[in-house]
């Protein structure tokens, strides 16, 4: 009998809910079977089996949340394997350096997904007791000696208050630490050196105590009709990413207001184009274009920072991540490449990115290397919000609402226009004012008037 463990399908991945299973007890399968979707942080996923035979036991219900290692279905018949023989106890078990087995009945080590795990076969050493604890040895002495002349008793010394050790620090990171209220004394170190990462990890296990103090405190008595909703998959991810990128980057944020009758024009006629026939075409495709192109002349806002080498990356190519509201909660995939598209080929990459995500079916890889983020807003109704980075990013674009308003144009008279509201936030330890503000301006300026692209 075989017990397939709900492995990790995703770098740093702990658990997952079981969705829907896609057999049941009885069905015979083949390898590579798919037999459950699961949701984890990130995504919905299909896990095919490592085993051939008949579906003996499905040992997870669905909806139930569980961890990295838990068996979660017994496979068994065909395909199965077949057991290793027992060993024979009438011959000694002998080591690989010719003597017998010390400890014959040593468990098993557990294969894991990496390596084998720690060992549980080997011999657990005594803790060397240092010299200056250790009692003092007898020694042969004449007693005699001893007796006709006995030292004085010792006088107690005056308690002394012994001050700790300054813990060793550079001075950006005392700094961090005082910003984010941590006494370093109450870091510990292999090497006595306290680092930025230090510093991080010691705030985020802090900050688990007193959530947990939060989540045992004694609740009201729900009024009648209250409904919970348990926080897990894609909404818990999310939760837990904007925490940590709300407290971690310092966010900045501009908003413009601009007139883009040009781009709404513009919008109408490539929905009329045979080349953009069966394509969804929206303010949203124009936005993204605009952004790629303005990345150009602006990379700074491509970039991120890296806390462990404390240097700004700014990246090659643009994964353009684009938010999408799903039943499921708010999503970020990205589209790998976005500035080296055609408008055509954006549009497609949007309209497909779209769609999978609505369907749940957005795979892991597809959440991760995004390097500038854009969400309309605007679909909502929304005129304009602060945006906030997902977390490895840089810069986040929020477009708004575009209505008709009025509007003064350059020979001053009001007439009816189409306009919205553009909101930037952007990281400032890699980005300062004048590159976000250059930014902006460059991606207003396309969207008013979208001829300006061929200047890019």
């Given at each position: 009998?075989?017990?397939?463990?709900?492995?990790?399908?995703?770098?740093?991945l702990?658990?997952?809910?079981?969705?829907?299973?896609?057999?049941a007890?009885?069905?015979?399968?083949?390898?590579?079977?798919?037999?459950?979707?699961?949701?984890?942080?990130?995504?919905?996923?299909?896990?095919?089996?490592?085993?051939?035979?008949?579906?003996?036991?499905?040992?997870?219900?669905?909806?139930?949340?569980?961890?990295?290692?838990?068996?979660?279905?017994?496979?068994?018949?065909?395909?199965?394997?077949?057991?290793?023989?027992?060993p024979?106890?009438?011959?000694?078990q002998?080591?690989?350096v010719?003597?017998?087995?010390?400890?014959?009945?040593?468990?098993?080590?557990?294969?894991?997904?990496?390596?084998?795990?720690?060992?549980?076969?080997?011999?657990?050493?005594?803790?060397?007791?240092?010299?200056?604890?250790?009692?003092?040895?007898v020694s042969?002495?004449?007693?005699?000696?001893?007796?006709?002349?006995?030292?004085?008793?010792?006088?107690?010394?005056?308690?002394?208050?012994?001050?700790?050790p300054r813990?060793?620090?550079?001075?950006?990171?005392?700094?961090?630490?005082?910003?984010?209220?941590?006494?370093?004394?109450?870091?510990?170190?292999?090497?006595?050196?306290?680092?930025?990462?230090?510093?991080?990890?010691?705030?985020d296990?802090?900050?688990?105590?007193?959530?947990?103090?939060?989540?045992?405190?004694?609740?009201?008595?729900p009024?009648?009709g209250?409904e919970?909703?348990?926080?897990?998959?894609?909404?818990?991810?999310?939760a837990?990413?904007?925490?940590?990128?709300?407290?971690?980057?310092?966010?900045?944020?501009?908003?413009?207001?601009?007139d883009?009758?040009?781009?709404?024009?513009?919008?109408?006629?490539?929905?009329?184009?045979?080349?953009?026939?069966?394509l969804?075409?929206?303010?949203?495709?124009?936005?993204?274009?605009?952004?790629?192109?303005?990345?150009?002349?602006?990379p700074?806002?491509n970039?991120?920072?890296?806390?462990?080498?404390?240097?700004?990356?700014?990246?090659?190519?643009?994964?353009?991540?684009?938010?999408?509201?799903?039943?499921?909660?708010?999503?970020?995939?990205?589209?790998?490449?976005?500035?080296?598209?055609?408008?055509?080929?954006?549009?497609?990459?949007?309209?497909?990115?779209?769609?999978?995500?609505?369907?749940?079916?957005?795979?892991?890889?597809?959440?991760?290397?995004?390097?500038?983020?854009?969400?309309?807003?605007?679909v909502f109704?929304?005129?304009?919000?602060t945006?906030?980075?997902?977390?490895?990013?840089?810069?986040?674009l929020?477009?708004?609402?575009?209505?008709?308003?009025p509007w003064v144009d350059?020979?001053?008279?009001?007439?009816?226009?189409?306009?919205?509201?553009?909101?930037?936030?952007?990281?400032?330890?890699?980005?300062?004012?004048?590159?976000?503000?250059?930014?902006?301006?460059?991606?207003a300026?396309?969207?008013?008037?979208?001829?300006?692209?061929?200047?890019?």
């Amino acid at each position: 009998m075989n017990e397939f463990k709900l492995p990790d399908v995703g770098e740093g991945l702990t658990e997952a809910e079981i969705v829907r299973w896609c057999v049941a007890v009885g069905d015979t399968i083949d390898i590579n079977d798919i037999v459950v979707e699961i949701e984890t942080a990130k995504s919905i996923v299909e896990l095919p089996s490592p085993y051939a035979g008949e579906v003996h036991a499905l040992m997870v219900a669905e909806g139930d949340t569980v961890h990295v290692g838990t068996p979660i279905i017994s496979i068994g018949g065909p395909g199965a394997g077949t057991p290793e023989p027992e060993p024979d106890e009438s011959v000694p078990q002998v080591d690989p350096v010719g003597g017998p087995d010390p400890s014959p009945q040593a468990p098993e080590r557990q294969a894991m997904l990496v390596g084998y795990g720690p060992r549980t076969d080997v011999p657990v050493r005594r803790r060397r007791v240092p010299a200056a604890a250790a009692p003092a040895r007898v020694s042969s002495v004449d007693t005699e000696k001893v007796t006709q002349k006995a030292p004085p008793p010792p006088v107690a010394p005056a308690p002394q208050v012994q001050k700790a050790p300054r813990p060793l620090a550079k001075p950006p990171v005392r700094k961090l630490a005082k910003d984010l209220g941590i006494d370093l004394a109450e870091i510990r170190t292999a090497n006595g050196v306290i680092t930025r990462a230090d510093v991080h990890a010691h705030a985020d296990s802090a900050l688990a105590p007193r959530l947990a103090q939060v989540a045992d405190a004694p609740r009201q008595t729900p009024s009648e009709g209250d409904e919970r909703i348990p926080i897990k998959g894609v909404r818990k991810w999310t939760a837990e990413a904007m925490v940590r990128s709300a407290f971690t980057a310092p966010h900045v944020t501009e908003w413009v207001t601009l007139d883009v009758s040009r781009t709404v024009e513009l919008v109408a006629t490539l929905r009329a184009s045979r080349s953009f026939e069966g394509l969804k075409i929206s303010p949203t495709l124009i936005a993204a274009k605009a952004i790629c192109l303005a990345l150009r002349t602006t990379p700074q806002l491509n970039a991120r920072w890296d806390e462990d080498a404390q240097e700004i990356v700014i990246k090659k190519s643009v994964n353009l991540g684009i938010a999408a509201a799903t039943d499921r909660g708010l999503v970020v995939p990205n589209i790998v490449g976005a500035d080296s598209m055609s408008l055509v080929e954006l549009a497609k990459a949007l309209g497909e990115l779209t769609a999978t995500a609505r369907a749940g079916r957005t795979q892991p890889a597809q959440m991760t290397g995004g390097t500038f983020s854009l969400t309309n807003i605007g679909v909502f109704g929304v005129d304009a919000g602060t945006p906030i980075l997902n977390p490895g990013e840089s810069g986040i674009l929020a477009l708004g609402a575009i209505e008709r308003r009025p509007w003064v144009d350059e020979n001053d008279q009001i007439v009816p226009r189409w306009v919205t509201t553009l909101a930037l936030s952007f990281d400032h330890r890699v980005v300062d004012g004048e590159q976000g503000s250059r930014f902006l301006a460059d991606v207003a300026g396309i969207l008013r008037d979208p001829a300006m692209a061929l200047t890019h």
